[in-house]
């Protein structure tokens, strides 16, 4: 049956392959309908696999070190009551039998229906022995695991894979960077979470925000996944297929086309050039950069040398990758922004505490400022790198004054040790500020003088000022960057930058969206950092402006408060 899913388009382009579900908790399953003729071997399958979690609870059992605590025969003897009880065992064998569901699935299903029972008890103690019914499935699943089902859907190795996920963080993002899939497709996730970010990078089409498609997609069914409209389209028939095939080809020829901007200045109708920089996340993302036509890196996340490692990188870790990015770029402007951890960007090897509302919690220069030794090890890697380039310390996250003044004098100290230890630095290296808290953004000009430079990061600026989490799937069509009051702030920092020579960008997903581009132009943006995939787009829509003309229409738009005119009027202003 063909059906249609809408969710959030993240990164564009139309990818057509088949679905491979992914997940990470021991707990979610992959979901496939199995032949009538597989019906039989499915249920010995499954009852193997019970046989074999019943035999390593009793050698466990049967092997109780003396010195173990009491409870452990208890739960073990538990457990096997849960695992001979027909309760969780008989439904499955019908479930296969009857809806042809694989084993792993059927027993999911009837864990949920027992677990919705549990939560009925009003007993506490008898409720939480939950928990020990998951454990139980978890055993199963595992002995299922090895128990390779014939059943399980196999596809042409050349068709393409399209991976999709319940939930991916931004570490799962980094290691699928070396893996070959079409397209990806989550559950959870906004258009500026972390993740969304990384997808982009990936240039492939990506769509989030599907809430269910996890649940309802099965492993090998064949997918097109629309990353410009968010659409996600399941077993297309042959028409849908065709048509999706040739929007396809058209997209893949409107790339070449964009491609050959590279080297072509983006300088608008009016002869004022504008400066495209790009966000990068490690210096492998630098052959990306050279191909797009970057004028230079507006925004480096230094967090991702981070992720995905037991222990921290050291101050030579992080001074070769920030000198290899710096080299690369030949005398081109880099702005390292310091380490901008928390939120939806866990790292395993720091810990911010536990907390309610982590976005709001001790995050980025927060965190930096809270572990002055680390934050000091890496400004004086950035500090060593300015030598061998034109680079700028950008400070993620900051809201008063004071963070400003705490930073400088941690530079202030790290420049003084490299002056004693001989080391070669840029003793004038600029330092800026990401505006992306509404109250750096209210305060500019207290705290603009202490800096050289600003970076507007419209995702946090947005989070933060409408009080939605970027992240959270449930409020992403709350998530407005044209909302009167982002403009508004938009406008007034920019303006302000400006009036002072201070050299202003905005580096947040609002500076590759082509929808933005002449409303940010109108505002007097000039430096624009973005993913490198968007630049030719970007670059062809100030090619086709006059940034004069676009200067009235912008006036109307901040002076309107309706949602609708404001959208209308923005149509207006990139129309021709
Ligand atoms: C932003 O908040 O707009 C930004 C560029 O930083 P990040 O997306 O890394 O939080
Ligand atoms: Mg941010």
């Known amino acids: 049956m063909s059906y249609t899913i809408h969710g959030i388009a993240v990164a564009n382009g139309i990818a057509i392959g088949r679905a491979h579900l992914f997940s990470h908790s021991s707990i979610e399953v992959t979901h ?4 009538e003729e597989q019906i039989d071997q499915e249920i010995v399958r499954f009852k193997d696999a019970i046989a074999d979690a019943r035999d390593e609870l009793e050698t466990l059992q049967a092997n109780i070190p003396d010195n173990a605590p009491t409870e452990f025969s208890a739960f073990l003897q538990l457990h096997l009551m849960i695992l001979n009880d027909g309760t969780l065992s008989n439904e499955p064998t019908n479930l296969i039998r009857h809806q042809q569901c694989n084993a792993e699935w059927a027993l999911r299903l009837q864990m949920e229906q027992l677990i919705e029972q549990f939560q009925l008890i009003e007993d506490p103690y008898l409720r939480e022995r939950q928990a020990d ?18 059943a399980m859907p196999t596809w042409d190795k050349d068709e393409e894979i399209i991976l999709v996920a ?10 699928f960077k070396n893996q070959a899939f ?15 970010i990384l997808a982009r990078g990936l240039s492939i089409p990506s769509v989030v925000a599907l809430h269910h498609a996890w649940h309802i997609i099965k492993e090998g069914e064949l997918l097109i996944i629309d990353g410009t409209c968010g659409v996600v389209i399941v077993n297309p028939d042959e028409t849908v297929l065709t048509e999706y095939r040739v929007k396809q080809e058209q997209w893949n020829e409107q790339k070449k086309k964009l491609k050959k901007l590279r080297l072509t200045p983006a300088k608008s109708l009016d002869n004022e050039e504008i400066l495209l920089l790009a966000n990068i996340e490690s210096p492998q993302d630098m052959d990306t950069v050279k191909k797009s036509g970057a004028l230079g890196v507006g925004l480096y996340r230094t967090e991702f040398l981070f992720m995905n490692r037991i222990t921290t990188p050291g101050e030579e870790e992080q001074f070769k990758a920030y000198r290899k990015v710096v080299e690369s770029m030949k005398g081109q402007p880099i702005i390292i922004r310091t380490l901008d951890i928390g939120a939806d960007k866990p790292i395993d090897s720091l810990s911010t505490g536990h907390t309610l509302n982590p976005a709001l919690g001790l995050r980025a220069v927060r965190y930096c400022l809270s572990e002055p030794h680390l934050f000091k090890i890496q400004l004086r890697a950035i500090l060593r790198v300015s030598q061998f380039g034109d680079v700028h310390c950008l400070i993620p996250m900051i809201s008063s004054n004071h963070e400003v003044n705490q930073t400088m004098a941690i530079i202030h100290q790290a420049k003084k040790e490299l002056l004693e230890e001989g080391i070669a630095f840029n003793q004038h290296l600029p330092v800026g500020a990401m505006i992306e808290v509404p109250a750096a953004a209210l305060a500019l000009p207290l705290i603009l ?8 990061g ?12 970027r992240s959270d799937d449930a409020v992403a069509h709350l998530y407005n960057p044209a909302h009167p009051a982002i403009l508004s702030l938009l406008a007034n920092t920019i303006a302000f930058a400006n009036s002072t020579n201070k050299p202003v960008s905005v580096c947040g997903e609002m500076a590759g969206d082509p929808r933005f581009t002449r409303l940010l132009l109108g505002m007097g943006l000039k430096e624009f950092s973005m993913h490198p995939a968007h630049i030719p787009e970007i670059k062809q829509i100030i090619l086709n402006t006059d940034i004069e003309k676009t200067k009235k229409i912008t006036k109307k738009i901040l002076k309107t408060y309706d949602f609708e005119k404001i959208n209308a009027l923005i149509s207006e202003l990139n129309q021709h």
């Not at 319940?166 to 290691?175: R, S």
């Not at 419209?458 to 989490?469: F, G, K, R, S, V």
């Open 182 to 196: 079409q397209a990806f497709i989550t559950d959870m996730g906004g258009a500026t979470s972390h993740t969304a």
């Open 166 to 175: 319940h939930d991916l963080g931004p570490a799962d993002m980094l290691v």
């Open 133 to 150: 019914v998951v454990q139980v499935v978890e055993r199963i699943l595992k002995a299922l695991t090895g128990k390779k089902s014939a």
């Open 458 to 469: 419209t995702n946090d600026l947005i989070q933060y000022t409408l009080a939605i989490d």
């Open 449 to 456: 003088d202490s800096l050289d430079f600003i970076s507007i």
């Open 32 to 35: 496939y309908t199995i032949k």
